[in-house]
């Protein structure tokens, strides 16, 4: 019974900001990498942001100086802050459990939708 609970979309304005939320359960949180994908409309689907168990993190240049990602194992939650929000920001966002090397891991959210725009 693994899960993954996004929350925190919604409808922001351009230089807004927004900060998403996965909650895990059903998996041992902490000997996991934990990433961020999200797709826009017509686009495919890319990665935003990843965490690694040692704590390494990479972003997306689309993002850099924008977004942050952290964790709190005690809580089994990953977060997304995103700052400074362009309406090019606009997807669905997923949580992604067991990223390595490239690749995504098993575990997927339900994605969450944030929709920038004046």
């Known amino acids: 019974q693994v899960q993954l609970v996004e929350s925190g979309g919604g409808l922001v304005q351009p230089g807004g900001s927004l900060r998403l939320s996965c909650a895990a359960s059903?998996?041992?949180?902490?000997?996991?990498?934990m990433a961020w994908y999200r797709q826009a409309p017509g686009k495919q689907r890319e990665l935003v942001a990843h965490?690694?168990?040692?704590?390494?993190?990479n972003y997306a240049d689309s993002v850099k100086g924008r977004f942050m990602i952290s964790r709190v194992n005690a809580k089994n939650t990953v977060y997304l802050q995103m700052n400074s929000l362009k309406p090019e920001d606009t997807a669905v966002y997923y949580c992604?459990?067991?990223?390595?090397?490239?690749?995504?891991?098993?575990?997927w959210g339900q994605g969450t939708l944030v929709t920038v725009s004046s």
């Open positions: 992604n459990a067991g990223y390595y090397s490239g690749r995504p891991g098993d575990y």
């Open positions: 965490m690694t168990i040692g704590g390494r993190i």
């Open positions: 059903g998996i041992s949180f902490n000997n996991y990498d």
